[in-house]
């Protein structure tokens, strides 16, 4: 049984409305709570957002059968919480169940001692959409706006720019990947040896460890010298136990692929298999054929396999694993809309992140950096905004050159930059390195990374309001 909010109020139990939130801490958790407050102190907006959050229950579960599981709003709390905070589970445990404010804000009494088990909090958070959290999104945007006086259709300038979240994963290299995809399916096979009978996989662990020194050693060796004839040598050894232990696991497994109790742990196995011959196949070709493996083919990762080598030019950055995020923001502060790029470069995105934004709000003018331009993208750019900052590379005609030493023109583009402190502002609140597993849990994670960022700004603009008014209070009295 799911609730939003549970409807019993507990002998102890403080309105959310009424939660104290300190004012003088500099740190971000009372802003994101002040946030918070705000969305439940708000009625309309809140309920816009209670009708969102009950499109987070699959279809087929009955909302008033059952045990309770954790509400709706607790959810939304803990979930903005951890990403804005930039934490993990067990910090996310820890502060849920000792941090007072945050429990009153997510609706305890002073003498509940419910407490929130991390296995719990990793499966009900797992619940949000990317689609449900930029419709909230969308809510919170609009709300700050009116906050600040804007109406609901002014117009609105926007500053567009990319950056890279980082996937959780180790720097690959060719023979680094093998060892995940040789680790994985003798363990995974072990695993399920004993209940399919499967025989030669009693001595997992030491195969293992056999495998690993010669992979230290390959490691070790290639610092050194990598064309040296012992190096290649114990590469050649490393890259045929594995070859041999791969096909061991697939003959025995082959038989049992149907099997529709162990049909899915066998094509995990079956995964990493192809991935361990993929894996020598490219070895073999670059140590002792002298190729050069195309970009297109390499995999930088067997359990993040969406993540991207990315080169971006910056200084002391030589390469980022990861995904670029394209992002748009307003003159506020607010992330308007974000767009994760898979295999994409800014020029491709720049015509859609406009477009998308004007679905959402009224967008009339924006700007970008040089990586946006494309002949293409200057002219669509200019049908679909009332005036575009979009710098053109190369030289310049002397049409656009008078259009960007307009005073208009360099005014918006020296402003542009200011979207590097939203940026750096996401990176510290989350967006650093991504969290979740997998495309899916990718986009999540940006997107709760975007609410959570806007919650905070939300909080904040209230945050110094409560601060200049106590300041006149006291020089009042």
């Known amino acids: 049984m799911r609730k939003i909010i549970h409807d019993q109020v507990k002998i102890g139990e403080i309105d959310i409305s009424d939660v104290s939130i300190e004012l003088d801490s500099r740190d971000e958790m009372p ?47 803990l979930g903005t919480i951890r990403t804005n905070c930039n934490i993990d589970y067990d910090k996310l445990q820890d502060i849920a ?24 909090l990793n499966d009900n958070l797992r619940w949000f959409t990317k689609d449900i959290l930029d419709r909230i999104n969308q809510l919170v945007v609009q709300s700050g ?17 990319s950056f890279v979240v980082e996937t959780d994963v180790h720097y690959p290299t060719d023979i680094n990947l093998l060892w995940d995809s040789i680790r994985k399916v003798l363990t995974l096979t072990h695993r399920i040896s004993e209940h399919l009978n499967l025989s030669g996989f009693r001595q997992t662990v030491h195969n293992l460890k056999k495998i690993k020194r010669l992979f230290r050693k390959v490691q070790k060796l290639r610092t050194k010298d990598k ?46 298999i192809n991935h361990g011959h993929r894996q020598i196949d490219q070895i073999r070709r670059r140590c002792f054929n002298n190729e050069t493996i195309p970009h297109n083919e390499k995999v930088f990762s067997l359990f993040e396999d969406h993540t991207e080598y990315i080169k971006k030019g910056k200084a002391g950055v030589p390469q980022e694993l990861g995904l670029r995020v394209c992002v748009m923001n307003s003159p506020e502060g607010f992330i ?11 020029d491709k995105v720049a015509i859609k992140m406009v477009k998308e934004t004007q679905e959402k709000f009224n967008l009339k003018s924006c700007s970008f950096d040089k990586g946006f331009h494309s002949p293409s993208n200057q002219k669509e750019l200019r049908k679909l905004l009332s005036f575009c900052v979009l ?23 020296r402003q542009h930059s200011a979207v590097e402190s939203s ?3 996401l990176e510290n ?49």
């Open 31 to 77: 802003q994101i709570l002040r946030g918070i407050q705000y969305i439940w102190k708000t009625p309309e907006l809140r309920d816009k957002i209670f009708e969102l959050l009950w499109e987070l229950i699959p279809e087929g579960i009955d909302k008033n059968n059952g045990r309770d599981g954790m509400s709706l709003w607790r959810i939304l709390v």
């Open 423 to 425: 940026i750096n502002a």
């Open 391 to 413: 710098p053109k590379k190369g030289k310049l005609s002397k049409e656009e050159s008078v259009r960007q030493n307009t005073e208009e023109f360099k005014t918006k583009r």
């Open 227 to 272: 064309k040296s004839k012992k190096c290649l040598d114990t590469t050649d050894e490393y890259i045929t136990m594995v070859d041999s232990f791969l096909i061991q696991s697939r003959v025995a497994l082959d038989p049992f692929i149907n099997d529709e109790y162990w049909c899915i742990t066998i094509a995990e196995i079956i995964h990493y």
């Open 97 to 120: 169940n000792n941090h007072s404010t945050l429990r009153k804000i997510l609706g305890h009494s002073n003498f509940d001692e419910d407490r929130y088990p991390r296995q719990t």
């Open 145 to 161: 706006l009116s906050l600040l006086g804007k109406d609901s259709e002014a117009a609105l300038h926007g500053r567009c720019d």
């Open 336 to 346: 308007l809309h974000h767009q994760v790029m898979v295999q994409e470069t800014d």
């Open 429 to 477: 609140h989350g967006l650093d390195i991504c969290r979740d597993h997998g495309l899916d849990g990718f986009e999540r994670y940006v997107s709760l990374s975007v609410l959570s960022r806007n919650i905070q700004v939300l909080g904040k603009i209230l945050h110094e309001r409560e601060l200049k008014q106590r300041r006149r209070n006291r020089k009042a009295a």
